[in-house]
C-alpha cells in the first residue's frame, strides 16, 4: 500500500502534465480514444466518489463558524463564472454549441483541484473547502436554474432532466463515498490512499475520450474556445479576487475564493454536454479541464509569494500586539 501511496501522491503533483499529454495525443490519434466517451458519467462518479471518501463533517465546520464568508464565496462563485460565460459568449456573439457549452461550464460547482490548488497558494484552505462542498451540494439546484436562466438564449433547457443528472453524476457517488467512510472507516482511509491516482486516472480518461471525440470540431474551434476559456477562467481568478477583497476578507481568504471562483468542475460541465446537448457542447468544458489546472498552478505559484500587509505591520509594530 505505501507504494500505491507514494505512485498516488506523484500522480497528484503531476495531474496537469498527464491531463495535457493525454489530450495531445487524443487529439492527434482520436480512433484510440473515441471510445471512452461513451464512460464519462461512470468516470465522473468515480472521482466524486472519492472526494465523498474524503469528506468531513468537520469540513463543514467552517460555515457555522464563518456563515457570511462561506456564503460570499458560493454566492461569487455562482454569480461571477455564469455572467462571465454568458457575456463573453453574448458579446463574441460565440456559435450556439460553443456558447453553449461556454455556459455550462460556468454554471457548474468549484472544481475538484481547487482545494489543492488553495494549499499551494497558501490560501485558507479550510474555507476553500466549505465553499467548494457546499457548492456541490447546491448543484443539483442552482446549476440547472442557472443553465435555464443563461442559455435558454440558445437552446431549449429542461430543468428537471438536468437535475436529475447532476444528482446522478455528482450527489449519489458523492453520498455512497461518504457512507462508506463513515461505516467502514479503516477500510475507507485505506482506500481513500489510492483515490489521488484513480481520480486522476478518470479524470484524464474523461478529458481524452472528449478531446477524441470532438477532434474534428476542435480543429474547427480551436483558437475561438481557447480564446474563451482563457478568459472565463482568468477572469474568474481576478474578479474572484477583487470580490473577496471588497467583502473584507484577508489575502488568504481573497486567495480561496479566487481559486473557487476561478476553477470549475469542468467534468460536470462535459457529462451534461454530451447527455443534454451536444459533443460540441462539451468541448469548452474539455478544453477547461486542461487550462484551469495550468493556470491555477501558474497562479498559485504568484500567490505563494505574496504577503498580507496587514499582518506584517501588525507583528512588525509592538503597540498593535500589546492590544491584540
Not at 200 to 212: E, N, T
Request: with cysteine; glycine share 8%; proline share 4%.
Amino acid at each position: 500500500m505505501a507504494v500505491v501511496e507514494k505512485i498516488s501522491a506523484f500522480a497528484g503533483k503531476t495531474f496537469t502534465l498527464w491531463v495535457l499529454i493525454f489530450a495531445v495525443i487524443a487529439y492527434l490519434l482520436p480512433q484510440h480514444f473515441a471510445w471512452i466517451g461513451n464512460y464519462i458519467v461512470p468516470l465522473l462518479g468515480i472521482v466524486m466518489f472519492g472526494m465523498g471518501l474524503t469528506l468531513d463533517l468537520s469540513d463543514f465546520k467552517e460555515v457555522f463558524k464563518r456563515p457570511l464568508e462561506v456564503a460570499l464565496g458560493v454566492i461569487g462563485h455562482f454569480i461571477i463564472m455564469p455572467l462571465i460565460a454568458f457575456l463573453l459568449a453574448a458579446s463574441l456573439n460565440l456559435p450556439k454549441d460553443i456558447a453553449i457549452g461556454v455556459i455550462l461550464v460556468g454554471c457548474c460547482p468549484s472544481g475538484t483541484a481547487s482545494n489543492v490548488m488553495v494549499f499551494l497558494a497558501r490560501g485558507n484552505v479550510a474555507l476553500a473547502v466549505a465553499i467548494a462542498s457546499v457548492s456541490t451540494i447546491l448543484a443539483p439546484i442552482v446549476t440547472p436554474l442557472l443553465i435555464l436562466l443563461f442559455a435558454s438564449k440558445w437552446v431549449h433547457v429542461s430543468v428537471l432532466s438536468l437535475f436529475l443528472s447532476v444528482v446522478q453524476v455528482i450527489i449519489v457517488p458523492l453520498v455512497l463515498g461518504f457512507i462508506v467512510k463513515k461505516f467502514f472507516g479503516k477500510q475507507a482511509r485505506t482506500g481513500a490512499k489510492a483515490m489521488p491516482l484513480v481520480s486522476v486516472v478518470a479524470i484524464v480518461l474523461i478529458v481524452s475520450g472528449v478531446v477524441a471525440g470532438s477532434a474534428e470540431k476542435i480543429a474547427q474551434t480551436a483558437l475561438l474556445v481557447f480564446a474563451v476559456v482563457i478568459l472565463h477562467n482568468l477572469l474568474g481568478f481576478v474578479i474572484g479576487f477583487f470580490f473577496a477583497r471588497l467583502c473584507g476578507m484577508d489575502l488568504a481568504k481573497q486567495k480561496a475564493v479566487s481559486m473557487e471562483v476561478g476553477m470549475q468542475n469542468s467534468g460536470l460541465g462535459v457529462a451534461l454536454a454530451t447527455a443534454h446537448f451536444s459533443p460540441l457542447a462539451a468541448v469548452p468544458s474539455a478544453i477547461f479541464s486542461v487550462w484551469h489546472n495550468l493556470s491555477g498552478s501558474v497562479l498559485a505559484n504568484i500567490y505563494s509569494r505574496m504577503k498580507d500587509k496587514n499582518l506584517e505591520t501588525a507583528n512588525s509594530d509592538p503597540s498593535a500586539s500589546q492590544h491584540a
